[in-house]
C-alpha cells in the first residue's frame, strides 16, 4: 500500500474550520475511495471516483462534505464546518479499474483528523 | 444490515494455536479480498480469491472461497503475536462497481 500517498498524515483542526485531506492514488490507478473508520470500528463508505467524475457518493453526508477527483492533482476530500464527531481517520484506496471482473484496492495510511 | 458479515467479532488467544475467522453474506461476489489492519495504519492487503471454491496459502495463512461464492475464511495455523491485528474481508459483487467492507475480525494474540 505504499503506493497511495495520503496527505496530512494528521490534522487538527478547530470547530468551524475546514478540513482538506489529499491522497494520490497508486501510478496507472484511476479509481479513488474515501472511507471513514471510527476508533474500534471498522471500514466505512464514502464515496468512489473516478477522473472527473462522482461514481458513487451514497456514503458521504449530504452537508459539509465534498470529494473531488480532477484531471491533473490528487483526490480531495473537503469537510467545511468540522464538528467534533468528524474527528475520525479517513482512509483512501485506489484500483486500476474493473475491466476483468475483479480488481484490488490499496489503501494509504489515511489522515487522522482531530477537531478541539 | 451489513452486506458482509464477519465472525467472530473479537478473539483472543495464546501463541501456538490455530484459529479461523469467516466472512459471510446472502450475496454472491465476483472477488474477495482480505486484509489486515495494525493500529494506526492503512489495511495491508493479503489476498484476493476468484474462483469459487478457491484455496490460497499465504505462509501460515490459508484462504479459502466458498463454492458458491458467498463466502470466505481465513485460517491461521500456530498464531504469533506478530499476527495481531484487525482483519478485513471486502469483496465486489458481480455487476457492482464498488467494494463492500466487512467489520473486521479484532485478533489478539497474546505470547
Known amino acids: 500500500n505504499a503506493g497511495v500517498m495520503q496527505n496530512p498524515r494528521h490534522l487538527v483542526r478547530r470547530r468551524g474550520q475546514e478540513a482538506r485531506l489529499r491522497c494520490s492514488p497508486m501510478?496507472?490507478?484511476?479509481?479513488v475511495y474515501w472511507y471513514r473508520q471510527l476508533p474500534e470500528e471498522g471500514l466505512k463508505f464514502m464515496v468512489y471516483l473516478q477522473k472527473e467524475n462522482i461514481i458513487d457518493e451514497s456514503g458521504m453526508p449530504k452537508e459539509r462534505f465534498s470529494a473531488e477527483f480532477p484531471k491533473e492533482g490528487p483526490s480531495i476530500l473537503r469537510i467545511q464546518q468540522v464538528v467534533r464527531g468528524d474527528s475520525a481517520a479517513y482512509f483512501c484506496?485506489?484500483?486500476?479499474?474493473w475491466g476483468r471482473g475483479n480488481t484490488e484496492a490499496f489503501f494509504g495510511q489515511g489522515t487522522r483528523l482531530t477537531v478541539v | 444490515t451489513q452486506l458482509l458479515e464477519q465472525s467472530p467479532q473479537f478473539l483472543s488467544i495464546q501463541e501456538g494455536e490455530n484459529l479461523t475467522v469467516y466472512c459471510n453474506s446472502s450475496s454472491v461476489f465476483s472477488s474477495l479480498q482480505w486484509y489486515r489492519q495494525e493500529p494506526g495504519e492503512g489495511p495491508v492487503l493479503l489476498v484476493t480469491v476468484v474462483t469459487g471454491g478457491e484455496v490460497k496459502k499465504l505462509k501460515r495463512l490459508t484462504f479459502q472461497f466458498g463454492d458458491a461464492r458467498k463466502d470466505s475464511s481465513l485460517h491461521i495455523t500456530a498464531a504469533q503475536p506478530g499476527d495481531t491485528g484487525l482483519y478485513l474481508c471486502a469483496g465486489t459483487r458481480r455487476g457492482g462497481q464498488n467494494f463492500v467492507f466487512g467489520p473486521g475480525t479484532r485478533l489478539s494474540v497474546l505470547p
Open positions: 484506496a485506489s484500483s486500476s479499474g
Open positions: 501510478k496507472g490507478h484511476s479509481h
